[in-house]
């Protein structure tokens, strides 16, 4: 499966964001699909993963409450819809495919696409 996500920008403290990720190949609904971010200088850490059907979701502990993850199948395709964002969301946002829906090591998710990057000012 190929990955591309897009969506990023630059965005005022508050404000909101929607990433997608696109996916090819016709195995996307078999997949469980993640979202990771890296910060400059920092490691790549896990945000938010959905099962393959929808119907499980995982979120990293700082961004509960303010991301939402969420799949369309028919489209081939992934969101996270993030909103009261903070200066300290900004990163480069890694959309994965493959791994287990709540895996937050990086490792465990075997396909990647490349980054789009959100820039929060304050």
């Known amino acids: 499966v190929q990955l591309q996500a897009s969506g990023g920008g630059l965005v005022q403290a508050g404000g909101s964001l929607r990433l997608s990720c696109a996916a090819s190949?016709?195995?996307?609904?078999?997949?469980?699909m993640g979202w990771f971010r890296q910060a400059p200088g920092q490691e790549r850490d896990f945000v938010a993963g959905?099962?393959?059907?929808?119907?499980?979701?995982a979120y990293a502990d700082s961004v509960k409450g303010r991301f939402t993850i969420s799949r369309n199948n028919a489209k081939n395709t992934v969101f996270l819809q993030m909103n009261s964002l903070e200066p300290e969301d900004t990163a480069v946002y890694y959309c994965?495919?493959?791994?287990?829906?709540?895996?937050?090591?990086?490792?465990?998710?075997?396909?990647w696409g490349k980054g789009t990057l959100v820039t929060v000012s304050s």
């Open positions: 959905i099962s393959w059907s929808g119907g499980s979701t």
């Open positions: 994965a495919a493959g791994g287990p829906t709540a895996a937050k090591v990086r490792e465990n998710w075997p396909h």
């Open positions: 190949g016709r195995t996307f609904s078999s997949y469980n």
